[in-house]
Structure formats: structure tokens, C-alpha cells
């Protein structure tokens, strides 16, 4: 068996690897707390009338899917961080658009806009930069001309 002779990229910087970490357990238990709050206590308040003309009659599913979807993402891109996978930041990328993505879905189905919604698509965003950051985006020197 040959060894691995794919070049290795760089190891992210120590504080982009732990603001990584922070925004994804953030959402990851954000995520959790929300699939309970839908799922055991009838929607946490939030008024059915919100999901009419939707596929869902109850926030049960919508629940179930935050917290198996947008949770589960988030706690692949965290586990693989952990073990040091190469593919973590790739993960993170994935779990930051899924969050994205959830959040467009919901204001879509709901009509309805809340503060929020404005949080957890910062979230998103940020999980996302910082990953492609993490990936190798970022230019050096970060401010240089590309040659001609």
C-alpha cells in the first residue's frame, strides 16, 4: 500500500480553529434546544397560523428535521474537527450553508420574520467565511495585486 502523497494543507491558525468550534457548538445545541422546544412543547409559543399552507400541520416534523438536519450537520463538522479530519473544514462549510439554507426555507414557508432568523443566518454566514477561510482562501499576502 503507497502512502498518502496528496499534499497536506496548512493547519488554520489556533484562533480560526476555536472561532470555528465556537460557532458550531453554538448552533449545534441552538439546534437541539430548538427540535425540543418543537417537538415536546408544541412549538415553544410560536402560533400554528405561522405554518398554514405549509406541508405541516404541527411543528413536530420541522422540529425533528432542525434538530436531525441543521443539528446533525453541525455535529459532523464539530466530531471531524475533533478527530482531525481533513475533511472538517469542509464539513463546517456544509453545516454553515445547511444553516443558512434552513433559515431561508423557514422565512420562506412561515412569512414571518423574526430576530432570530437574523441570528442564526449570522451564524451561518460566519461558519461559512471562516471555513473557506480555513480551506485555504485566504490570499497572502492578503492585500497583494495577482501578477500579470
Known amino acids: 500500500m503507497e502512502p498518502d502523497t496528496a499534499p497536506t494543507p496548512a493547519t488554520p ?22 427540535m425540543i422546544g418543537l417537538t415536546a412543547f408544541g412549538g415553544m409559543g410560536i402560533p400554528l397560523e405561522w405554518i398554514e399552507g405549509t406541508l405541516f400541520d404541527s411543528y413536530f416534523w420541522p422540529g425533528i428535521i432542525l434538530g436531525v438536519v441543521v443539528g446533525g450537520s453541525q455535529a459532523l463538522a464539530l466530531v471531524a474537527t475533533h478527530l482531525r479530519y481533513r475533511l472538517a473544514w469542509g464539513l463546517h462549510a456544509a453545516a454553515g450553508l445547511v444553516m443558512l439554507s434552513w433559515i431561508f426555507i423557514e422565512i420562506a414557508l412561515m412569512l414571518v420574520w ?9 451564524t451561518g454566514l460566519v461558519q461559512t467565511v471562516l ?14 495585486r495577482a501578477g500579470v
Not at 491558525?13 to 437541539?32: K, T
Not at 423574526?114 to 449570522?122: D, Q
Not at 471555513?131 to 497583494?144: I, K, S, T, Y
Open 13 to 34: 491558525p489556533r484562533a480560526l480553529r476555536v472561532a470555528l468550534a465556537v460557532v458550531g457548538w453554538f448552533n449545534l445545541v441552538s439546534a437541539l434546544i430548538g
Open 114 to 122: 423574526s430576530p432570530l432568523h437574523g441570528v442564526y443566518f449570522a
Open 131 to 144: 471555513a473557506v477561510l480555513a480551506l485555504g482562501a485566504w490570499p497572502r499576502p492578503f492585500l497583494g
